[in-house]
């Protein structure tokens, strides 16, 4: 991998955590398995999904962008969490 590539990987990683940290944030305050708590979840994946294919990376990336993107819906519904007590 050339170092161009890493660094578009590094920002595609970045855009996949990143834009799930608020939609995770937001995630907690909704019932689980509501309309709403959907949309929060699943909202970011066409994007990600037109950055890869921007960016030029395969399908082989999609578990990477996934876990990034796991980890920030994670991390923001826990700092929801931790902000309300």
Do not use: C, D
């Not at 578009?8 to 855009?15: A, C, G, Y």
């Not at 999904?49 to 921007?54: E, G, K, M, N, Q």
């Not at 990376?57 to 929801?80: C, D, E, H, K, N």
């Amino acid at each position: 991998m050339q170092p161009n590539q890493i660094l578009l990987l590094v920002i595609l990683l970045f855009f996949s955590f990143g834009s799930n940290l608020p939609l995770g944030y937001f995630r907690e305050t909704s019932r689980k398995f509501s309309l709403r708590w959907f949309i929060l979840i699943h909202v970011s994946i066409p994007f990600i999904i037109a950055l890869r294919t921007v960016l030029g990376f395969s399908w082989y990336w999609i578990p990477l962008t996934l876990a990034g993107a796991v980890m920030g819906q994670v991390l923001g519904g826990r700092i929801r969490r931790r902000t309300l007590g």
